[in-house]
């Protein structure tokens, strides 16, 4: 990686110790996250602020999980797992068959997708909300994987990714006389692969931040997601700072555990789906 | 014999257009169902009065009524204000941030891509609350900090103040939108033409000049990505009004985002709120063909 020697100007050096201030900086909110949900109710409210929790408490957590605060961070992963599931799978078909496939109206149908995704996706909020009250499908968790299933982005990455797939190959597969399913998961798929490990990535970070989509399709005490139930218990309690930032440990230590395993994947993943974007 | 061939070209023909819908069959319903028509529903119900209790075709009145409407207004500054401030700060930020990083060794460098994508990961919400309660105005860490250090004299509500609160917003805001912009500059940044870079170095060209003439056009498609997404993501703004001021104080922070949630949510005004929404869709797609013409033009 490393490409010459660098040389230490100090403008370099200056550079890299901003760098180094601002991360501390950037850091800072998960550390007062995790130390403040430890505190007790006079260090949360201290006015001048106790920077380490020297009797830490897991009181927050105990008055956390009285709510169902693990059936939260349980709906959320069902909502984004399904939702990546569903979004891989039609979208790595439909993207394969824009790129390789010719058939009527393909050249229409990816004009359509390629505009839609210009698209600010909040702006049919409204009309969604109304469609799933009528499918009877509002507060279930399907009102919000259903339409982040349905956002084009996917299908666009996708394609972009299938054309990559040699003619030969799939022309050699066809002559040893394999049908299309058989085509599409032994030669297809290995090539594609990577692109749908980007896609995955992509729509569960989406999905996972999608605070909007779930404030307004989920209503129940028992139905909401971590964030939701953070947020309700921000407005509820404003002022109990242990018990919110309780909630917002177990929201965020997870996704992170997750996201520091998994690093190289994420900013691979992120830049392809740019890239090919 | 002719026919014949014809006949099987047909059907040919027709097969593989049953396979490439068959193919396309799943991703399109998703994307008709829950895109496309909510779309079209969402154009048609802007030119009615929909709400609770009525549905009648009122053509643009929804329209006309926004350009009267003083918070519809104040909401469209705000919101411009945002975009027009995080914008530029974060392109900049994130490209010096990633051309100090991109040169340093694997482990560092991802060091310094983890720290600034967290705030994406860790989410909108538990991030928020925490800023709440450092800008909080009696137990805040903000507060005691700057009086500490002699800023400040007394406490300051900073959500709470017309003019602090919109900077509190942007500030959050900043630190939720860099993560991504850098992992792409670092990336874009490491893939220049190294020769290019050492064969102009040893042609005596400074450092600037490099940046300007060899590296600045190879990333240029990159910078226009991250503007157009920058730009959506700005616009867009959502969670942090509701969280930490409700649009408050005095609309000084209500946004179009909020503003629209307000008239359809709370006031069940779907047919205004939806013609908001259009107008929005409207204003974000002009940006970006703007920002697509401008980079088209620097590129040439």
Known sequence: MQTSVQRLTPYRVASVALLVLLSLLFLFPMYWILTGSVKDIQAVNAASPVWFP?????????????????HWLWNTVFICLTAMLLTCASASLAGYALAKKRFRGRAFLFAVFISAMALPKQVILIPLL???????????????????VGWPFGVFLMKQFSENIPGSVLEAARIDGAGEAMTFLKVVLPIIKPGI??????????????????????????????SLGIAKLQTEMSNDFGLIMAGAALSAIPITAVFLLFQQFFTRGITMGAVKG | MQTSQRTALRARERRENLIGYAYMAPALVFFLGFVIFPMGMALVTSLTDYSM????????ANYARMLRDRVFGKAMVNTVLIVAVSVPAV?????????????MRQRSSSFFRIVFYMPVVTGTVAVTVVWKWMFSRYNGLLNYVLRALGVIGTNISWLGDEAYAIWCIILILFTTSIGQPIVLYISALSNVDASLVEAAEVDGATHFKVFWKIKWPQIMNTTLYILVITTINSFQIFALIQLLTSGGPNNATNTIMYNIYYHAFKLNEYGYGNAMGVVLAVVIGLFSVVQFRLARAERE
């Open chain 2, 91 to 103: 392109t900049l930020f994130s490209l010096w941030a990633a051309s100090v990083v991109y040169k």
């Open chain 1, 197 to 226: 490990g980007a896609l995955a990535i992509f729509t569960f970070i989406t999905a996972w931040n999608d605070y909007f989509m779930q404030l307004i399709m989920l209503n129940s005490q028992a139905k909401l997601t971590i």
């Open chain 1, 130 to 148: 109304k469609e799933m009250s009528f499918l009877r499908l509002h507060d279930t968790p399907w009102a919000v994987i259903l339409p982040t």
């Open chain 1, 54 to 70: 020297l009797s830490p408490t897991l009181d927050n957590y105990q008055r956390l999980f009285d709510r169902p605060a693990m």
């Open chain 2, 53 to 60: 209790d009525s549905f009648n075709f009122v053509g643009l």
